[in-house]
Structures are given as structure tokens and as C-alpha cells.
């Protein structure tokens, strides 16, 4: 055996952190949020982000989206550029100063935030004081509609069959499916359908898409095909890098099928123009 | 012998890219992964049903891998001693060639003619198979998705079930052009055909071999699993027993592989307990009637030392290798475990290969993951797979040959153009103005979006960017307000 094994420190092994407990909330809701867009909705999908400020300040909260955010720094964090991801989650934090909530309109945002800041600023403990700050009073936008604006939603549409799409990070690190699925489930008119393999990956993973697009492409492929064949008339997501999979895919095979993001989904089923008053 | 594969990946290429591109156009093997993997999916979630029970099982596993990971040393010289003690001789390798050369004396000094193997996934790293071919003596796998890929000429495409990408009609015809066996479907008599053939074989054998799923230190004991008997059968039949194993398989006592057997079977086959369990702790002693004359263990390294060296890549050494991760994983279920170029396939192929094999020489494998996260989930030991392989992605990119370098083959997939591109990213998504002139410009002139965009465009329409970014309804929506 080479040297270097019985030179590494044995105390140097990782156990796996225990389990977190159910995410506990606030009983009332703030009466200010920030809203962090994510860079894909600000481009491609912003009527998303819209249509989250107006279910927000429906439910009275005022909402400040401080114009110098950008990106998360996910794309480079993943691809293993960990400096420039840091760099750029360093000038995401400062805007982030006062002690309202973010809330996020992509679940895999969210959870980088939440649960990858930490690892980027494990060595400068100043930073990490304020990484988990924010980690702490950071929400998907479903989970915050759900568990602190504690929403009821008054179905005004026509009966749909929707089909929900969850990316793996957003589920896995922020339980986004359950509170999607609840916020639907209140919306009287609306039927969630299953579709096949529901919790398998779309093949988007950012740069994945194009490091690999044989692999990738595969994988949207029968995530689109499991779409269509679920009879859903509509396909509902709360994270637009999938969305920007899907209906890329959705577009390439001339498919009518699109995905919506549920903040523009809710917000059209739930809203009324109100009469204009005399 | 070549001449019949059926399979359409060439194995003896490490290009993973190249593999996937050839086995996803493999609708047969595409089919016969989807329904084995589904299966082996619900197999192993109705044999842990309840969520608090079985992650508590898993909290267990990860902290008996630690604790034993965290006094390794000292562990294998405990088991080395209590082994040696109970007539067992153990041999140390630190590279492949020199647990080939061990195996290959020890044959010699028998004069040994035949192996017959059980299932052995270190011996497939060594590449046993092959070595010993070479110098004379034939190596016969016993387990019966071992047997069948041998016959085919083959890699294992899954580390517990090697022949998992094959379905009965491709086994039978197989059988038919290999064996001479009149063509047939039927899984039990295909079975009973293989097993008379190697219950001959068993008998001949000078010398069987086995891996280990864990070597016991305080008591001595090599413990293995199967559920076909051909592992007992090879390591009592011969008169010579060799077991080879990786050094991260030693755990302290008994009572620690109660919970690791517990879920290595369940996450692998939803099996509560396999049929067979044996624990080997001395060749045959005075007056007993049975059981090998000698017994071996052949203790390798290769590239092991090197991940135990980093604490968190050293987690990849928790593996038992139960395969969940292979059997969950979205791109495993697409380009099989032959595409993958390596001896251990799927999300683990992809975190232990590069330490077995240096990055250079599996520079892609790092990054054929969505890290959709479905492996982390299932591991029964806790590995942080996603956080490996992002960590695998980092070393990958860093400029090669630094000191302090963790890994061999570090910055593999260096390149000062991709380094500039994401200094770019930084300095786009850091410095407000440049993002706002940025995304004002893309708004604007997002109808000029080329038609092509290379990678991204073979699987999508081009995006168009909206018309006016969030940030500039907001700000106006919000101005209005106010």
C-alpha cells in the first residue's frame, strides 16, 4: 500500500449529516418579500416572475425585486468552476440585506441558496454567518404561497387536466412536488394527472444539456413522450430550466403541448379583473 | 467466438460519449434495462416500506462504513493477523498487476490448470479472466449472469446482475449457437442446461475463486452473499480457495455487518436475506471432511488509497455495492453499463472509476450525470454521489499537474477557453450593468438567435428570449406603484 493511506488523518471521516426536521414556518405572513427571478425566467420567462409578484402582493405583501440580481451561480457551481459560482453568489448576497423573506420562482434557485451556499463559503466565516441567514428565510415561491401566505385559491377556469413536472432538485431539496400538488389540488376545476416515471429527470441538469446531448436528449425524449400520452391539455412546472427543456423539446417536435410555469398557471385560473368602480 | 455479439457497444472503448451514442440507438437493450430496472425499483421499496425504518438503516450503514473507514489501518492489520492466525495467508497489492501476479503463483505452485469463479466484481478489475487465459490456465465464471456474459464475451453491464441487459430469447439463442443446446426461452430449463454444465466444472477445478462483500477483523471472517450456491461451491469444491478484495471492505466486528447485510440485499433485490450467506474463516482443519486445503485473501488497492486520502472523497469508499444507484439512475437505465468503458458502471462507476483509473482516462465520466440526485437518495450507505461528482467536475477542470494535486489525472478537461468563458459568466452575472446591457441587448435582438446552436439545437427549437426582461416589467410595475 502507498504511503499517502496511512498518512491521512483517520479523524478526517465524514459521517452523514443526520436528517433535518420538517421545515418549520412563521405563523404570520410578512408584510415584505424580496423576489429573486432566477436569470432564466428574467430571459425567457418573465411574465413567470409577474405573475408571482401579483399573486404576492394579492395576498398583501408588498414585493421588492432588487434590480442588481442575476443568477444563483448554479451553472458554474455544477460544472465544478466553484470560484466564478462563489463570485457570483457574493454579489447575489449583498442584495439581500434586510430581514424579509426570498422568495424564488425555480425550486433548484431555491436550494442552491439554501443548501449549497453553505459549502461555497465553508471557509470564510464571516460569509457563512450571512449565507445561513439567507438560507434560512429563503422560499420556492409554491411553498411560500402554501406554508406562510397560507393561500385559499378560487378556481375561475374552464375543467383542465394538468400534468406537473418537478425538477429533481427543487423535490429533493425543497419538497417542491408536495406543495405544487397541493396548490393545484385547490383549484376545483383542475385534475393533476399522473404521467409515467412523474419523478424521473427531464435530461436538463444546465450544462449537462449540451455536454451531453445524446444522453440528454434521450431523456427528454421520453419525458416529453410520458407527457403527452398522460392526456394532459396542459403541463404545469415550477422550475424553468425544465420548462426551457421541455417546451424546447415540446417546439422541435412541433408539438402543441407546452409547459406554463404554475405562477403564471395559478395566477390565470385565480385572477379576476375587477369592475372598474363608478 | 466473437463472432455473434449481440450487443452493439465496442467494450473495449472508455469513451463514454461514443458508447451512449451507439447504446441508446439499442431499442432492444434500451427495453430490456427500462423493465429490469423498474423492476428491481419497486423490489426494493416494498422490501423497505416504511420511510422512518429505512432511513434509519441508512444513518446506520453510513456511520458503521465511517467508523470502520475511520480506523482502516488499523482494521486491516486486525484482520491480516487474525486471518493469518486461522491459516488464512493474506497478500497485499497495490495495483492490479500485482494481485494478478500473487493469483498466478499461487496457481503455479499447484500446478493449477482450471479456475472456476464466483462472482467477483475485484477480479473483473483485475481483469483475472484474461491474465490467466494468457498464461495457460482456464478462468470459468459459475455465477450464472457471469457465465452468460462470458460465453458472449462480454463485460458485466450491472454489478450485481452482469447479464441484466439480456432478455430470455437473447440467452437462448446464445446457448443455441454457444453450447449447442436446442433453442428455447423457457428461463428454468436455460438455467438447469448452465448449471449441469458447471456442476461438472466444479469438480475439476483446481482452484476457486471469490470476492468478499466484508472482511471481519475481529473475529477473521470472509463474508460473502449469494443466491445461487455457486459461491459456496467455489470456495469449498476446489482445494484452493482465493478470495480477492478491495481494502475499504474491512469492517470492525460481527455485529456491524448485520445492518450492512440488512441493506445491501434489499437495496440491491429487495431480498430480505439471500439464500446463501457464508462465512469463511479457516481451510479445512484435521478430521473435518470438507472445505479447501488452502485458503487466500488478496487485499488490493488501486487507486483506493488515493480517494481515502480527501475526507469527502474518501465517502466513496463506503460503497457495499448493492448497485441502487445504478438501478435508479436515469442515465444508466439509458446507455446500460457497457457504455460506461469501466468495471463499475452507473452514478458509483462514475465517483470510484476515476480514482481506479485516473481522470485522464475517464475524463467524461465525471459529467455524464443530470446530478438529478435519484442515487444519493437510494444509497443505503449515504454516499453523497452528487456531491461527488460535482466535486470529481471541479478537480476535472482545474489546470493540470498543480501541486497539491488530489487525484491523477487532475484537469483531464482543463481548457483555457472554457476557464475564460466562465470568468465571463462571473463578471456577467456580478456586475449589474454589464448584465443589464447584456439582457437589454439579448431582449431586443433576441429574433436574431441563430437557427443552430450547436448542441442545443439538437435536441430543442432555439430559445427566444422575451421581448423585456423581469427585470424591466418589474422595475415599471413597481415604479407605478410607488
Known amino acids: 500500500m502507498s504511503n499517502q493511506f496511512y498518512n491521512a488523518a483517520p479523524q478526517e471521516t465524514r459521517v452523514a449529516p443526520p436528517r433535518k426536521p420538517a421545515r418549520t414556518y412563521p405563523a404570520n405572513k410578512p408584510a415584505q418579500v424580496y423576489l429573486f427571478g432566477t436569470c432564466v425566467v428574467d430571459l425567457f420567462f418573465p411574465e413567470a416572475g409577474m405573475d408571482a409578484i401579483y399573486l404576492l402582493e394579492r395576498e398583501g405583501i408588498a414585493v421588492d425585486f432588487p434590480q442588481g440580481q442575476s443568477c444563483c451561480g448554479q451553472p458554474a457551481y455544477t460544472s465544478g468552476y466553484t470560484d466564478q459560482a462563489r463570485e457570483v453568489a457574493r454579489s447575489q448576497l449583498k442584495l439581500f440585506a434586510n430581514d424579509w423573506p426570498v422568495v424564488v420562482t425555480s425550486g433548484s434557485c431555491a436550494g442552491m441558496f439554501r443548501e449549497h451556499y453553505p459549502d461555497l463559503f465553508k471557509d470564510e466565516p464571516e460569509m457563512l454567518a450571512q449565507v445561513q441567514n ?31 413536472h418537478t425538477s429533481c432538485s427543487a423535490r429533493r431539496e425543497m419538497n417542491t412536488h408536495l406543495h405544487a400538488r397541493a396548490l393545484l389540488g385547490q383549484l376545483a376545476q383542475v385534475e393533476r394527472v399522473e404521467h409515467d416515471h412523474e419523478s424521473e429527470c427531464c435530461g436538463f441538469g444546465g450544462t449537462f444539456s449540451v455536454r451531453m446531448p445524446d444522453i440528454s436528449g434521450a431523456m427528454v425524449a421520453d419525458k416529453t413522450q410520458s407527457l ?6 396542459q403541463v404545469v412546472s415550477a422550475d424553468c430550466g425544465c420548462l426551457l427543456n421541455i417546451n424546447g423539446a415540446f417546439e422541435k417536435q412541433n408539438n402543441p403541448l407546452l409547459g406554463q410555469h404554475l405562477a403564471s398557471f395559478l395566477w390565470q385560473r385565480t385572477h379576476v379583473e375587477q369592475e372598474p368602480s363608478l | 467466438m466473437n463472432s455473434q455479439r449481440i450487443h452493439a457497444v465496442d467494450i473495449t472503448s472508455r469513451n463514454l460519449k461514443a458508447n451512449a451514442r451507439l447504446s441508446l440507438k439499442d431499442q432492444q437493450l434500451r427495453h430490456n434495462m427500462r423493465s429490469a430496472m423498474d423492476s428491481l425499483i419497486s423490489k426494493r421499496i416494498i422490501s423497505m416500506p416504511d420511510e422512518d425504518e429505512r432511513e434509519n438503516l441508512r444513518e446506520l450503514g453510513n456511520k458503521v462504513r465511517a467508523s470502520a473507514l475511520s480506523q482502516l489501518p488499523d482494521l486491516l492489520e486486525r484482520l491480516e493477523a487474525n486471518l493469518t492466525q486461522q491459516g488464512i495467508q493474506v497478500h497485499w497489492a497495490s495495483t492490479t ?54 460465453l458472449d464475451n462480454e463485460k458485466p453491464t450491472h454489478i450485481i446482475m452482469p447479464a441484466i441487459h439480456k432478455n430470455a430469447e437473447q440467452v437462448g439463442r446464445l446457448f443455441e449457437h454457444r453450447l449447442a443446446i436446442p433453442y428455447t426461452d423457457d428461463v428454468d430449463s436455460l438455467i438447469q442446461s448452465a448449471r449441469s454444465i458447471l456442476r461438472e466444472k466444479f469438480f475439476h477445478a483446481d482452484i476457486g475463486i471469490s470476492g468478499v462483500n466484508f472482511a471481519v477483523a475481529e473475529t477473521g471472517t470472509l463474508l460473502l452473499v449469494e443466491n445461487e450456491g455457486n459461491g459456496r ?12 478484495t478491495g481494502i475499504e471492505k474491512v469492517v470492525a466486528n460481527l455485529q456491524d455487518t448485520v445492518p450492512l447485510l440488512s441493506l445491501l440485499t434489499r437495496s440491491a433485490l429487495g431480498q430480505g436475506i439471500t439464500t446463501y450467506v457464508n462465512m469463511i474463516s479457516a481451510p479445512r482443519q484435521p478430521g473435518e471432511l470438507d472445505g479447501p486445503e488452502e485458503v487466500h485473501l488478496v487485499l488490493l488497492d488501486n487507486g483506493r488509497s488515493q480517494a481515502f486520502a480527501d475526507s469527502e472523497l474518501r465517502q466513496t469508499l463506503n460503497c457495499i455495492r448493492c448497485g441502487a444507484c445504478m438501478n435508479h439512475c436515469p442515465v444508466y437505465t439509458r446507455i446500460g453499463g457497457q457504455a460506461y468503458g469501466t468495471v463499475y458502471p452507473g452514478p458509483i462507476g462514475k465517483i470510484i472509476s476515476p480514482h481506479l483509473l485516473g481522470l485522464e482516462n475517464t475524463p467524461d465520466h465525471p459529467s455524464a450525470s443530470s446530478l438529478c440526485g435519484a442515487c444519493g437518495e437510494v444509497c443505503p450507505v449515504k454516499i453523497p454521489i452528487p456531491a461527488l461528482l460535482r466535486r470529481l467536475r471541479e478537480e476535472n477542470v482545474k489546470p493540470p499537474q498543480q501541486p497539491g494535486q488530489v487525484m491523477d489525472g487532475q484537469g483531464s478537461r482543463y481548457s483555457s477557453k472554457e476557464r475564460l468563458l466562465w470568468k465571463g459568466w462571473q463578471y456577467f452575472n456580478s456586475l449589474p450593468w454589464l448584465y443589464k446591457t447584456g439582457t437589454f441587448m439579448a431582449t431586443r435582438f433576441g429574433g436574431l438567435t441563430p437557427k443552430n446552436l450547436g448542441p442545443w439545437t439538437q435536441n430543442h427549437s432555439a430559445p427566444k428570449p422575451a421581448t423585456r426582461s423581469l427585470h424591466e416589467l418589474a422595475k415599471q410595475h ?5
Not at chain 2, 482456464?138 to 455465477?143: G, K, M, P
Not at chain 2, 461451491?233 to 480477492?244: E, R
Open chain 2, 233 to 244: 461451491m467455489s470456495t469449498t469444491v476446489p482445494p484452493v480457495h482465493i478470495a480477492v
Open chain 1, 228 to 233: 403527452l400520452a398522460s392526456g394532459a391539455q
Open chain 1, 134 to 164: 439567507l438560507a434560512a428565510r429563503t422560499y420556492e415561491l409554491a411553498e411560500f404561497l402554501l406554508h406562510v401566505c397560507k393561500v385559499q385559491l378560487a378556481d375561475h377556469g374552464a375543467p383542465l387536466q394538468v400534468a406537473l
Open chain 2, 97 to 150: 498487476a500485482e494481485a494478478n501476479e500473487i493469483v498466478l503463483k499461487i496457481a503455479q505452485a499447484r500446478n493449477a490448470k482450471q479456475v472456476i469463479k464466483g462472482k467477483s466484481m475485484v477480479s473483473e478489475e483485475m481483469a483475472m479472466n484474461e491474465y490467466l487465459t494468457e498464461h495457460g490456465i482456464e478462468a470459468l465464471e459459475s455465477d450464472m449472469g457471469e457465465y452468460i456474459i462470458q
Open chain 2, 478 to 482: 413597481l415604479e407605478k406603484k410607488s
